[in-house]
T-cell receptor
Framework: DSGVTQTPKHLITATGQRVTLRCSPR?????VYWYQQSLDQGLQFLIH???????AKGNILERFSAQQFPDLHSELNLSSLELGDSALYFC?????????????FGPGTRLTVL | GQNIDQPTEMTATEGAIVQINCTYQ??????LFWYQQHAGEAPTFLSY????GLEEKGRFSSFLSRSKGYSYLLLKELQMKDSASYLC?????????????FGKGTTLSVSS
């Protein structure tokens, strides 16, 4: 158990819908990272927040957005869902910003878009 | 662009030694990580290299050559539970910030 929690564990929805994935980092960690993992693409970095501020963006679609709240939990919002958005979404946390080494991953949310 | 290559699959037997290679072409290199991921589970951290050389951690070792854009993960005394996907990831620093770029992973199957 990494100490990072993600909810829900599974989510099934239809195309065109909007969903929110939630992540609580390990106690004391200020950074939250979001990743998407699909079978053909591997693990893709989406976005990084540090202490409430966006630090880096990866291959995140405009239909996706995220935020980190004052209590440091984070939410990833996915809208106008398409079949290709079906994937495992992982959240990871680390203590520092750019300089800290290790990221701890949550158990993931499996999103299925029908 | 950023590119990380590792073999798709490898097989080995219990008790053996296996080396998983990773080559990368990235800009803004700032460290290389190896993660282990069992099917359907979260990746777990194995090792980190930022300077050239070998880092040893129990049965696992990782090597980095920055000039060659090359790393390997060495697993000794293989056990059945080592059957998993091994992900090579490069941390890059650029104007957009810090990102961890993952390879597609190497699926290792350990047989008895």
């Amino acid at each position: 158990d990494s100490g990072v929690t993600q909810t829900p564990k599974h989510l099934i929805t239809a195309t065109g819908q909007r969903v929110t994935l939630r992540c609580s980092p390990r106690s004391g960690d200020l950074s939250v990272y979001w990743y998407q993992q699909s079978l053909d693409q591997g693990l893709q970095f989406l976005i990084h927040y540090y202490n409430g501020e966006e630090r880096a963006k990866g291959n995140i679609l405009e239909r996706f957005s995220a935020q980190q709240f004052p209590d440091l939990h984070s939410e990833l919002n996915l809208s106008s869902l398409e079949l290709g958005d079906s994937a495992l979404y992982f959240c990871a946390s680390s203590q520092g910003g750019a300089s800290y080494n290790e990221q701890f991953f949550g158990p993931g949310t499996r999103l299925t878009v029908l | 662009g950023q590119n990380i290559d590792q073999p798709t699959e490898m097989t080995a037997t219990e008790g053996a030694i296996v080396q998983i290679n990773c080559t990368y072409q990235t800009s803004g290199f700032n460290g290389l990580f190896w993660y282990q991921q069992h099917a359907g589970e979260a990746p777990t951290f194995l090792s980190y290299n930022v300077l050239d050389g070998l880092e040893e951690k129990g049965r696992f070792s990782s090597f980095l050559s920055r000039s060659k854009g090359y790393s390997y993960l060495l697993l000794k005394e293989l056990q059945m539970k080592d059957s998993a996907s091994y992900l090579c990831a490069v941390r890059v620093l650029n104007q957009a910030g810090t990102a961890l770029i993952f390879g597609k992973g190497t699926t290792l199957s350990v047989s008895s």
